[in-house]
């Protein structure tokens, strides 16, 4: 007879259950003689209470014994749920009292759990620091812990292809708590360094694996950098963006990793989605090479001054009247539809439950933003 795993629990540590093979039962019995040994006198001596366990121990195993010989011939390889009860059996024969010790529980198939590798925990941020003339841009960084060590290799844009050998620079996280992690003069390396897109190769790093997934915020600053003919210092100081870091995740999922602005002209210059201002006179950008007229057309609704102007009003009333008034004919008609029927329900919830003004305006932000 296979080995067979037994217990009282509904699931076996580092095993599945793959199949349900039925209720199986062992069953023995103990006659009442044997308890009127020891009724002798009101209490057991220490010879006697060991004589009866033993007995108790030996008739509880014949019954597991016999579950588990019914269990086996079911194809089952474990047992689960098993308990044991006393019934007591009357005889018309013998007029004897018998007790009888009934063992049941559940026949299943089992396998053994594959053993996962712990892949520690990681984080993939957008850098939310950017220069407007620089043309090596830190862009995301990565950050990987496991037990024993945490590493991190920053993503830079290399505009012009150059290469690039190595680069110093300050990390600097925020946590959910708003505390500061700075990682001084950090140096990073590159197994291809003259492509657009440069991953840092990893580097060991003084944070604790707990402390990973409580960062929420990540800026670079570039100290220096090599490249093939000469070390260049950077003077240029980094701008923090201005979008939430939500809003920055959009742009850069619709415009590339190294937007960090909405695209803005004034008639003289204009900002490119990658921060740099260019004369109006530029049709492409000094710094990415992005063509204004490209971008222009490429330019979705202005949603972001619809939402200042809604956070400026004092109910979904006024929100709704500036949307159909000034804004409906230029929203495409999906985000049409959904934004006047959140706009009904909030003025319908409105009335019973008070202001609604933060709600829709983070409905509609998520609209536009989704």
Known sequence: MENIIMTSGSDIQGYEITDYLGLVSGQTALSAKFFQEFTGSLEMDAKESKAMTKRLAQVHQTAVSMLEEEANKRGANAVIGITLRYNELTSSITNNNTIGIIATGTAVLVKE?????YEGVHQDLYVTNYYTKMLLRPVQVRIRA???TTRISPIFMNYRNEEIRAIRADVELTTYYDEKVVLRDMDFTFEKNNISQLEADWVECDIKEREVKMI???KVIVRKYVTARKVVACDELPISTTLSYRRLESLKKKRGIDAVVKYQSNGMIWTCVCGCINKVSDAECDI???KEAEIKNDLSFNYEEMLEKMAGLSNVTEMKNLVIKEY????????RMELLQTLESALQYEKTRGDMKEVVIEKVQNIFES
């Open 328 to 335: 409906i004919k230029d929203i495409d008609p999906d985000s």
């Open 288 to 290: 990415c090479a992005r």
């Open 113 to 117: 759990k594959e053993n996962r590798k």
């Open 216 to 218: 929420k915020d990540a």
């Open 146 to 148: 496991d037990k024993n």
